[in-house]
């Protein structure tokens, strides 16, 4: 009875070292499921929803994912990615050039990130706070500059639109019918693999696992523990922008509630990914298979024709369980 006692504990402190492992195994599973209860959940065009929808939330989340293992969070990034967009719809409709339009929307994107951690280091208010407030300060700056109506890009559709979020014809005709595939989805790798290799291989990562870990050794080691908290908030607004100015590359159009209930679904992608929400833990890439598997569940459900009231309790069940296996698997002793 010891030795499996002492097997099982060598096991859990093994998987301990994979905070994504819960992510895995569980978006494993729902996809066996789905293949085997839901038709048409492996075609091409149903896998291609998959990634396209869950590529634009889920650069969000690589944001969200740096900043809450850095021990803060960011509850108004569905705001800033309001901003974003109108920022950049009004800009090219009052003739602004298109990559000009564009840098000012990931400018103002990163300067709303920027806000938020200064408030946050300054003045030493919990982030959840801090964010929450701006969260509806944003959204009331999305309503005004866009006075509460559609923001519509009225001229004719730009290269530049391709290049953020066109169409990946040459493998959406290789099925019949055309599936859906867009290059936000290897913008989306991109990123993610970018991000977990500066968060996995680089000082900086580091300085950010230390930070979220343990503020005060972070310190005496000369972290500048702040200085990575507000470098991570930027970071987290700028790819908010990003997303949103890919999203709107491809719809055209803004509406105020765009981008609403947004930091939740970030929130849930991380911790089922295994970032814990003390800081200090977990990886980029768990983080991306949360998203996944939210969106598959989200396809799955659809297919299936189950009320979008059960994805959000079968989405809220996932996530006690990947707390609870989380915090079982990092705890000593």
């Not at 595939?181 to 968060?199: H, K």
């Not at 991306?288 to 959000?312: H, K, R, S, Y």
Request: hydrophobic share 55%; aromatic share 10%.
């Amino acid at each position: 009875m010891q030795s499996q006692t002492a097997t099982w504990t060598r096991l859990r402190y093994s998987l301990a070292n994979f905070p994504e492992v819960v992510a895995l195994v569980s978006f494993l599973a729902v996809f066996v499921f789905f293949a085997i209860a839901a038709d048409n959940f492996l075609t091409p065009i149903c896998i291609a929803n998959i990634l396209t929808f869950a590529s634009i939330t889920g650069i969000v989340v690589v944001g969200v994912a740096m900043l809450m293992i850095s021990g803060e969070f960011d509850l108004s990034v569905g705001s800033t990615f309001t901003v974003a967009s109108y920022v950049f719809a009004l800009s090219m409709n009052a003739g602004v050039p298109p990559i000009l339009a564009l840098l000012l929307a990931l400018i103002v994107s990163a300067l709303l990130g920027l806000i938020n951690g200064l408030i946050v280091t300054w003045t030493g208010i919990p982030s959840f706070i801090t964010t929450l407030g701006t969260m509806l300060a944003y959204r009331g700056i999305a309503r005004a500059i866009g006075r509460g109506d559609f923001a519509t890009y009225t001229g004719d559709r730009l290269a530049l639109f391709g290049f953020l979020n066109g169409a990946l014809d040459p493998i959406n005709q290789l099925v019949t019918p055309a599936s859906n595939f867009r290059v936000s989805i290897l913008w989306f790798i991109a990123i993610a693999i970018v991000m977990s290799l500066v968060l996995m291989r680089t000082r900086y990562g580091n300085w950010v696992f230390a930070t979220g870990g343990n503020p005060g050794a972070a310190l005496a080691q000369g972290v500048a523990a702040k200085r990575v908290k507000v470098i991570n908030f930027v970071l987290t607004g700028f790819l908010a922008g990003t997303a949103s100015v890919m999203q709107f590359a491809h719809r055209l159009s803004v509406d105020p509630l765009r981008g609403e209930g947004m930091e939740l679904v970030a929130v849930a992608a991380c911790v089922i990914g295994g970032v814990q929400l003390t800081g200090g833990y977990g990886t980029i890439f768990g983080a991306c298979v949360g998203m996944l598997l939210l969106q598959m569940l989200e396809q799955g459900l659809v297919l299936m024709q189950i009320p979008i009231q059960i994805f959000q309790a079968v989405a809220g069940l996932i996530l006690i369980i990947a707390v609870i296996s989380n915090t079982y698997l990092g705890r000593q002793g």
